[in-house]
């Protein structure tokens, strides 16, 4: 199970913290990765993970402004956003997989979503 918190409503250029928190004893060695869905808009590959934290991925549109980081001991995976944009508008998923990749389809567990709403 995931629980994803942090969301809210700021204004362009501002930062903003997601957090979360997984239960289950498998957590270090999953992938998390995090998603986004704007409305009328397919759910996307935003940033991942691996189990280690050694590795990271991102979208290019939010590469150089956004960093994932992970917790272990925690259970709890991060995504600290900066220099955000309305195009950023969205709600922010979390998940988490087996596999390594961007597709929807390489995570087996979602968390319920958090809004993130950036005005200009």
């Known amino acids: 199970q995931l629980q994803a918190s942090g969301g809210g409503l700021v204004q362009a250029g501002d930062s903003l913290p997601l957090s979360c928190v997984a239960s289950?004893?498998?957590?270090?060695?999953?992938?998390m990765g995090w998603f986004r869905q704007a409305p009328g808009k397919e759910r996307e590959f935003v940033a991942s993970?691996?189990?280690?934290?050694?590795?990271?991925y991102y979208a290019d549109s939010v590469k150089g402004r956004f960093t994932i980081s992970r917790d272990n001991a925690k259970n709890t995976v991060y995504l600290q956003m900066n220099s955000l944009k309305p195009e950023d508008t969205a709600v922010y998923y979390c998940?988490?997989?087996?596999?390594?990749?961007?597709?929807?389809?390489?995570?087996?567990?979602w968390g319920q979503g958090t809004l993130v709403t950036v005005s200009s």
């Open positions: 998940a988490a997989g087996s596999g390594w990749g961007t597709s929807i389809r390489a995570y087996d567990y």
């Open positions: 289950g004893r498998t957590f270090s060695m999953s992938v």
């Open positions: 993970i691996r189990g280690s934290g050694g590795s990271t």
